[in-house]
């Protein structure tokens, strides 16, 4: 979760390799707080021994799919959403060398 002042402004949700969600309020955006949620993200499903992260983005997101470019993921495929009429993409980062090698010591 990401907090401003106690308030809540943010949070990242993970599964398995995913990050399955992460939002960060408008007004609280530019302060580093999705970064940062990012970065728990991907540290969450490192540690449970995934090597690639992946997520999913409405393909009309650019803001989202910058922030994300910008943070070292790339775009792995386009594919219209299973129920709605919108084309998403799949987003995926693999985990840097020095966390791979963390997570194979600590097996």
Not at 25 to 52: C, K, N, P, V
Not at 77 to 88: A, G, N
Request: a positive charge.
């Amino acid at each position: 979760m990401g907090r401003h002042h106690a308030e809540i402004v943010g949070m990242v949700l993970t599964s398995h390799e995913w990050i399955s969600d992460l939002w960060v309020l408008r007004r609280a955006r530019g302060q580093g707080i999705g970064r940062r949620l990012l970065a728990q993200g991907e540290s969450e499903i490192a540690d449970r021994g995934y090597r690639t992260f992946r997520l999913r983005v409405v393909k009309s997101n650019t803001a989202a799919i910058g922030f994300y470019q910008g943070n070292g993921w790339r775009v792995q495929r386009e594919f219209s959403h299973e129920s709605l009429p919108i084309m998403m993409l799949e987003m995926g980062k693999l985990v840097p060398p020095v966390a791979v090698s963390a997570l194979e010591t600590q097996c």
